[in-house]
Every structure is written in C-alpha cells, then in structure tokens.
C-alpha cells in the first residue's frame, strides 16, 4: 500500500509535514510518498534532523495557495504538490492522498481528477470527532453548501459505511441534526430527507438528532447539508479551545490552585489533548474511487501522522465497494 | 414595574419557578405575579417552606402541556398559566412575561397576544451565550427555520440594539454565522443577507462569523437563521455539558487526582458553572410590543431569578422604542 502526503500544504508546511510522514513511516507498514519541490524537502528535512530516507519523493513544480482559485488545481496548478498527488491516486499509482492545503482546491481537484463513484451525486466531508462515549462522524461538514434531500440520503449511508469499514463500528445508529427530536421538525430539506432516510433499510436510522446529542455521541453518524455541517463543527472546535483556555486561567487563580495544577498535569495533559478538537487526523473525503483526506490546515506531525494512519484504515477496508454495492441495491429496489 | 412569571412552565414546575420568583422578590426591587392554580401554587410554596407573601399570585384554569398543539395557547387553552400571562403583558397590566414553557406555543401565542413590533418581519429568539471575553447574543436561535434575508438582516439590527441597551455594550459589532470568513461564502440567503447587512449604516458590521469565531467572542451579535442558531446553540450546551463530564471523570482516576480535585472544589465548581450553559437565564424574543423571555425548560430556581433580573433590564432599557426609531430612519432612507 502507497499512501502520497501533500508536503506543501497547511500552516506549518513542509517542517510539520515531512516530520509527520516520518512520524507514520516509523509506526506504520506501508510506502509514503511526498510531493512537492524535492530539493526543499531534502533541505528541510536535513536541517531539522528529520530521517525521510525510507520516504520517496516525488516532484511538483508549484504549490496551491491558499488565496489561488480553486479550480486552478485541475488546469495551470496541476503541477502543484496537490495536483500530482491527486493524479498519481488517480492512475492507481497511489492507494491515498492525504493533504492539508486549501480545502476548496483540494475538494474541487479529488472531484475532477479522483472522480466520483458511479451513482453517488455529490461527494461529502466527513470528520470523525470524539464524543462522550466513542466517536460519531459528522458528514458533510463542509464540502456542499446546499444540498437536495436525496444527497442527504447519500450522506448517511456513506456515512454509516466508512464507520462500519472505517472504524469497524456495528450497525452505526445514523441521526439526522435537526432543530428538534420530532419527525416533523427542521426545514423542506430535513422532512424530505427524513423520509428517505427512513425508507432506506440498509441504514439503521435512529431519526432526528440535535445539537447536544452530538457531542454526548447518540449516534455514530450526524447527517448535514455543508453549510450547518460546517458551523457545527467549528462551533466544537471553538468550544473545546475557549474552554481550554477558561480552565487554565482558572488555575492559574491563586497558590493553592497553582499546585493543585501541578498535582494534575498529566491528568490535565490527557484532558487537554481530548479538547483538542482540530487535531484527531483528517476529514474523509468520501464518495470517491479513492481515499482522499483533507487534514486540518493548522495540522502539525501528529495530525499528519493521524491523518496518514486514517488514509491506511481507509484503503485497507473496501468501503468503495460497499458503497457501490448499496447503491446497486438502492436502484435495484426501485 | 410588573413582572409576571409562568409557574407551570418547565420540567421543574411549579416548586424550582416559586422558588426562583421568591429569590428574585427577595433580590429585585419590583412587582412579581405567578400565573397559574392558585391553591397549587400556595400549597407548594407552604410544602417547600418559601415565602410568597409579596408575590401577587393570578389565577389560570389550565396548563400548556408540552404535547399540545402550540395554537391552542392562543384559542381553548387561552386560560393556561401561559395565556393569561401573556394577555396581562397584551393588556399593559404588566411589564414583561417569563415562562419555562413549550417553546413552540410562547412564541406562537407571543407572536398573536402581545404582537409585533411595526415593521417586523419575525421576531426572533436570542440566547445570550457567555465568550471567552465577555458575551454574545445568538439570533435567531430557534422561532424561524426558514428564513428570508432581509429577516436576517433585523435580526441583526434587534440583537444590536438588544445588546447596546439590556447589556450595556457600546457600539455592538455584528457578525453573520457563515461557513467561511470570506465576503462569497454561504448559501444565497447567507450572500443576500450579507449586503444588507453592511449597506445598513446603522449597524457595525464586521462581516462573516465562523463557528469557532462564536465561543471566542469575536462578535457581540451573531446572525443567523433560527434552523442553523437553534444546532449551534445546543451543540453549544452540549459541549460544555460532555466537557464537565469528561473532566469529572478525568479528576477521579486516581488518588493524586482526587486529592487535588478536593483543593480546587471552589475553583471547579465555578468553572462547572461558567459551563453549564443552558443556566444563563433565558432567552429574549425579540421583535414583539412588550419583552417576552424563554426560560430553557430545565429550568431551576436561580435560572428563573436570572430569567426575571433579564426581564427586569429589558423592560428598564428602551429597546421597543429603538427598533421602532430605526425602522423608520430605515423607511426614511428607503
């Protein structure tokens, strides 16, 4: 297996990146590839003491920006370490692509070069993030803005494969987020989609979810057009840190709380790392012939080395071909 | 100034809403009346050993049950605890209604007893959440899932003025809930609401919000639909409720742990409180003649106490007058 890491893309690109690939390289069997401009990686990589002799590398004239359009990827930046990376998963050279460069580009690329499987109408986000009790994919969370009841239905029951293959959870319980528990609530979009969902029996549809069901983890799967999607989980992200940092000065109070601190640092590292919403690997891009995996743009080593062990699950289980399979199933049914 | 209260709103009704409305008696320097079965309320205040001798106690034949229809506030249960609160705000008898009671039929009976403001679209309900700096008013979080952007646009304006006046904030800067900082992001009711926004110069403006823009406090008000506002707002409380929990059990793990969790109680139990954010009194809706607040329906006695100090500040502070004088220098322009 072959897993190809965007060496160029995020915040703390190449240093984070290139260590993050050793990082997987050195846990993880399998081949790792780096795209990008391959003298600056092997500088990077020297001067930060960072073994990448186990790791090929591979070219890529530019880098997309952030500020570049997005569909530049497909055209005159297909040359970017985004762009190659998507055309080597593509041709079949590669079995996953893993980057954290812009999210538009890079959705918008996998689309147009990874392409999309048969019969699924618009690829989705997804982010596993930790809940109470487990972990619940949260999908789309940000890839299509707005979306037709039926590309909700899509939603849940890619949703519900990647978990059951992905993160081997039984008969994943897929809720729809809505403003209300009650069959009747939500928008045209949510009632439609409510009943599609429930007529689907593949799925094991547990109804409407809301807002705080998600992070207490009621169901494994939380179905959203894009646009709530995308609020919702940043809303989560901004939660964990502004807490976080509400707890830290509440130690920081007087004396007595100062040691206590102290007493409590590893449990406090633990709890921290918890809060830590942005860093639990990448958002599966699902809904393609090939994994793809967007990682967070602020991702540093460890995310990255989340992210590539996230693309390893991935390619191992045969999620495209349950997905293709339910599909088949769905227009049989018809 | 009057303030009544709906004693049989909420899942702690009547005994935790006597005891927030004696706590406010005792605190507050104004006229309370509890709405609903007078002998039952008496009884309940006698049972739990609270003092209501200062509390004007009216008379209501029925109670809005959390299965009924929401009209029927407004038509055969007209002389539920609910109704006859409203109608005594309606009728100029009293000065602002609290209740705990079913969301759907508060705003519904609001809506038709106590009337909209002249030029309202929707009124809409805020929920005042507690930042990392200071506060936010989230509008809509819930009266409208569907909205039209010039709705959203007053909604902005209301929570402006809501904030400037009720909450003291000078000059409030006003954020819209979108998936990305970018002036292009959004649906298209995001984008149309967007130049109405910043075209109104009555308003600072800042531009879009992101999720986690929202706990950080970046904006004193928060626009957005009532379908988004309502997820955020308990993906909100949910968070801060799994959060507490994590960390309780993070502080039981072992002895040190225990021990240093004993020396920080003060602190922890503070900063449990400044988490549960389904406590911070209640929600204003917004748009209506007279200040109406929904009070979360979990309500207990020191939410209800912060629920009426709100009503309080809302009904001291010329808001109704505000949104009426910048309608019309809206019309003025127009």
């Given at each position: 297996?072959?897993?190809?890491?965007?060496?160029?893309?995020?915040?703390?690109?190449?240093?984070?990146?290139?260590?993050?690939?050793?990082?997987?390289?050195?846990?993880?069997?399998?081949?790792?590839?780096?795209?990008?401009?391959?003298?600056?990686?092997?500088?990077?990589?020297?001067?930060?003491?960072?073994?990448?002799?186990?790791?090929?590398?591979?070219?890529?004239?530019?880098?997309?920006?952030?500020?570049?359009?997005?569909?530049?990827?497909?055209?005159?930046?297909?040359?970017?370490?985004?762009?190659?990376?998507?055309?080597?998963?593509?041709?079949?050279?590669?079995?996953?692509?893993?980057?954290?460069?812009?999210?538009?580009?890079?959705?918008?690329?996998?689309?147009?070069?990874?392409?999309?499987?048969?019969?699924?109408?618009?690829?989705?986000?997804?982010?596993?993030?930790?809940?109470?009790?487990?972990?619940?994919?949260?999908?789309?969370?940000?890839?299509?803005?707005?979306?037709?009841?039926?590309?909700?239905?899509?939603?849940g029951m890619?949703?519900s494969?990647?978990?059951?293959?992905?993160?081997?959870?039984?008969?994943?319980?897929v809720?729809?987020?809505?403003?209300?528990?009650?069959?009747?609530?939500?928008?045209?979009?949510?009632?439609?989609?409510?009943?599609?969902l429930k007529?689907d029996s593949g799925l094991n549809f547990?109804?409407?979810?809301?807002?705080?069901?998600?992070?207490?983890?009621?169901?494994?799967?939380?179905?959203?057009?894009?646009?709530?999607?995308?609020?919702?989980?940043?809303?989560?992200?901004?939660?964990?840190?502004?807490?976080?940092?509400?707890?830290?000065?509440?130690?920081?109070?007087?004396?007595?709380?100062?040691?206590?601190?102290?007493?409590?640092?590893?449990?406090?590292?633990?709890?921290?790392?918890?809060?830590?919403?942005?860093?639990?690997?990448?958002?599966?891009?699902?809904?393609?012939?090939?994994?793809?995996?967007?990682?967070?743009?602020?991702?540093?080593?460890?995310?990255?080395?989340?992210?590539?062990?996230?693309?390893?699950?991935?390619?191992?289980?045969?999620?495209?071909?349950?997905?293709?399979?339910?599909?088949?199933?769905?227009?049989?049914?018809?």
């Amino acid at each position: 297996m072959k897993i190809v890491i965007d060496a160029f893309g995020g915040d703390n690109a190449p240093v984070e990146i290139i260590r993050g690939a050793a990082m997987a390289k050195s846990r993880f069997d399998c081949e790792l590839a780096l795209t990008g401009d391959i003298e600056t990686v092997k500088k990077a990589a020297a001067e930060n003491g960072i073994d990448i002799s186990d790791i090929e590398l591979i070219g890529a004239a530019s880098v997309m920006d952030m500020h570049d359009e997005a569909r530049l990827v497909v055209k005159s930046k297909r040359d970017s370490s985004m762009g190659v990376g998507l055309d080597l998963v593509a041709d079949g050279a590669a079995d996953a692509f893993v980057s954290a460069g812009p999210t538009g580009a890079l959705l918008m690329g996998a689309t147009m070069i990874v392409k999309r499987i048969k019969g699924i109408k618009r690829p989705a986000l997804g982010a596993v993030l930790p809940t109470l009790t487990s972990n619940t994919i949260l999908i789309d969370c940000g890839a299509n803005a707005e979306c037709r009841p039926e590309m909700l239905a899509q939603f849940g029951m890619m949703g519900s494969l990647y978990m059951q293959y992905v993160m081997n959870k039984e008969n994943p319980i897929v809720g729809l987020a809505n403003n209300g528990a009650e069959d009747s609530k939500g928008t045209e979009l949510q009632k439609a989609a409510y009943a599609i969902l429930k007529a689907d029996s593949g799925l094991n549809f547990f109804g409407n979810v809301e807002g705080r069901d998600i992070p207490m983890g009621v169901s494994d799967v939380v179905v959203t057009d894009g646009f709530t999607g995308n609020l919702i989980l940043k809303t989560i992200e901004g939660m964990g840190s502004a807490i976080g940092k509400k707890l830290k000065s509440a130690l920081m109070t007087n004396t007595v709380t100062k040691l206590s601190a102290l007493m409590l640092k590893p449990t406090l590292k633990d709890f921290a790392a918890s809060m830590d919403y942005s860093s639990f690997g990448g958002a599966p891009f699902i809904g393609l012939t090939k994994p793809v995996i967007k990682a967070h743009g602020s991702s540093g080593a460890s995310a990255i080395c989340s992210a590539v062990r996230q693309a390893i699950d991935w390619s191992s289980a045969d999620v495209t071909q349950a997905i293709t399979e339910h599909l088949s199933g769905v227009s049989e049914e018809e």
